[in-house]
């Protein structure tokens, strides 16, 4: 298991920008990819952005050209999600995860991951 902490979200209207971090020291890529994740209460959580051992393996369809992630090994580990262009469908709870194997890669899939951050709440306003 790895400490997950997520911090950055917030309201914003439409149109504007929000970075979210998780802070990961105990990752190592050895774990698998770790990845962003957002849900709504009672649907699956979907996936945002993988980040595997070669660096950004792939965004969901959603938030492609909108969003970006990118993760500093020299802070904690810390993944970041910039995400530009917010849309009110946009708002949800957005989670980081540990785990996946390198199944980041080829899908973001919330079976695949062992380890959760508490989450992010992002609301957008229209």
């Known amino acids: 298991q790895v400490t997950l902490k997520e911090s950055g979200g917030g309201s914003v209207q439409a149109g504007g920008s929000l970075r979210l971090a998780c802070e990961a020291p105990q990752y190592t890529r050895t774990l698998g990819c770790m990845s962003w994740f957002r849900q709504v209460p009672g649907k699956r959580r979907e996936g945002v952005a993988g980040?595997?051992?070669?660096?950004?393996?792939?965004y969901g369809d959603s938030v492609k050209g909108r969003f970006t992630a990118s993760l500093d090994s020299t802070k904690k580990n810390t993944l970041y999600l910039k995400m530009n262009d917010l849309k009110p469908e946009d708002s949800d709870t957005y989670y980081c995860?540990?785990?996946?194997?390198?199944?980041?890669?080829?899908?973001?899939?919330?079976?695949?991951?062992?380890?959760w951050g508490p989450g992010s709440q992002v609301s957008v306003g229209s």
């Open positions: 995860a540990v785990g996946g194997g390198l199944t980041c890669y080829t899908q973001l899939n919330q079976d695949e991951y062992r380890s």
């Open positions: 980040f595997g051992t070669g660096g950004v393996a792939r």
